[in-house]
């Protein structure tokens, strides 16, 4: 009676927690002033331009020359952005621009409200095994308000990125059970059209799977070319778009959460930011990169599974990223509190205590973020690459079987 009593417990309490978070993100929807709309925003004014005909670069550049020229505003007061998605990506948004808006809205919150379930579903799916599951299902209702709901109007922005990397995911997902990596590699091109700095992820299958790099290296060259013909394509449009680019930067100083991304804010009135983020970025790429290579190997080699090294690689990935936003890391939150979780276990053989060190982290890292978000999470991000990383390396080095299995047959 109590076995099933307790059984019927651990499938209570998780359901109630997804019940609570959700009543909880719409509550937080409707409180006033609380849903900025960052991004949607700017989705909106590039609308709106292009129903009229109009260049959305020029428009929401001449706003923000505008807002800045009128002197400091009080702390806290909305600042304008600008749309900063390349020209190629504007027929797309002229067909959308004659639609209703409220026809854009709707279909657009629901291919992302679908794309945030699937980066969590991605993240729960094949990478944590049937014990860490019995801890996950009371985790996971929380998942999406760290980090993502920690920065005011992360997740209401609606920024695009939740989507793409919900995309590109899912095609890791298939590649993973079918061994093809073509429809990630063209999800690849076509996202780095709209977000180019997502180029990135193109070690991705340089990580998971063997003779990649010509796949890789033509994919990263057709999303070049499509970058660089755009000028010569939308001359006016290339030149107005790379200048909302550097007034996002020169204006707003959106270094994002990255290492370089912070060290060039930091200095950004001693030393020109450009030199700056590109050296440390560099440098950063470098040391995180000669840490995935070795591991990399050492998963070829078998000593370390698929479900112990997917998380991992992924922290290590971002860290590749040269601008780490919030909506980077939120697809991404699973695996932050999955090596927490496995790490914690691998310094105590008690549960108890295993939970304790978990919670105090985690209590720890959101003390920190409600003060100062994005050095906390670039702190939190590295952190956890290194403790993920050093768990690995130490189970190598002991000779330590793989847990868990490759999932999936090897393909090449």
Aim: proline letters at 7%; charged letters at 10%; glycine letters at 6%.
């Amino acid at each position: 009676m109590l076995t099933e009593s307790g059984t019927q417990a651990t499938r209570i309490v998780p359901r109630t927690f997804w019940v609570c978070a959700v009543i909880a993100i719409v509550v937080w929807a409707l409180v006033p002033n609380y849903v900025v709309g960052w991004d949607l925003n700017v989705y909106k004014a590039a609308l709106i331009s292009l129903r009229h005909h109009h260049d959305p670069y020029a428009d929401a550049i001449a706003v923000q020359r505008a807002f800045h020229a009128e002197g400091p505003h009080p702390p806290g007061t909305p600042v304008p952005f600008c749309y900063v998605y390349s020209p190629i990506t504007l027929p797309i948004v002229g067909l959308a621009a004659r639609l209703p808006l409220v026809f854009d809205a709707i279909v657009y919150w629901t291919i992302y409200v679908a794309a945030t379930i699937a980066a969590i579903w991605f993240g729960t799916k094949f990478f944590i095994d049937e014990r860490e599951r019995r801890v996950f299902r009371f985790v996971l209702p929380a998942i999406v308000f760290f980090p993502a709901l920690l920065q005011n109007d992360v997740f209401f922005a609606g920024n695009i990125a939740y989507i793409l990397y919900a995309a590109l995911l899912l095609c890791t997902w298939y590649a993973l059970r079918k061994g093809a990596w073509l429809p990630f590699y063209l999800v690849l091109v076509a996202v780095s059209c709209v977000k180019a700095p997502l180029m990135y992820l193109v070690v991705i299958p340089l990580m998971l799977a063997k003779k990649q790099w010509l796949p890789a290296a033509i994919a990263v060259a057709a999303g070049v070319a499509l970058f660089l013909i755009q000028p010569h394509i939308w001359p006016d449009l290339y030149r107005n778009y790379m200048t909302g680019v550097e007034l996002q930067f020169s204006f707003n100083h959106d270094f994002s959460s990255s290492p370089s991304g912070l060290t060039a804010d930091a200095l950004f009135d001693v030393l020109p930011y450009k030199p700056v983020w590109g050296g440390f970025w560099l440098f950063c790429s470098c040391l995180f990169g000669g840490i995935l290579l070795w591991l990399r190997k050492q998963y070829f080699a078998g000593r370390i599974s698929l479900q112990q090294w997917v998380p991992v690689m992924l922290l290590g990935v971002a860290l590749l990223n040269p601008r780490i936003m919030e909506y980077d890391l939120a697809p991404i939150t699973v695996f932050f509190a999955l090596i927490l979780w496995r790490f914690s276990g691998s310094i105590t053989n008690s549960f108890g205590a295993q939970i304790g060190v978990a919670l105090g982290a985690f209590g720890l890292a959101n003390g920190l973020a409600a003060h100062t978000w994005r050095p906390t999470a670039c702190m939190t991000l590295v952190l956890l690459f290194f403790f993920g990383s050093y768990d690995l390396f130490r189970r190598v080095k002991r000779g330590e079987p793989a847990l868990g299995s490759t999932l999936y047959p090897a393909r090449a």
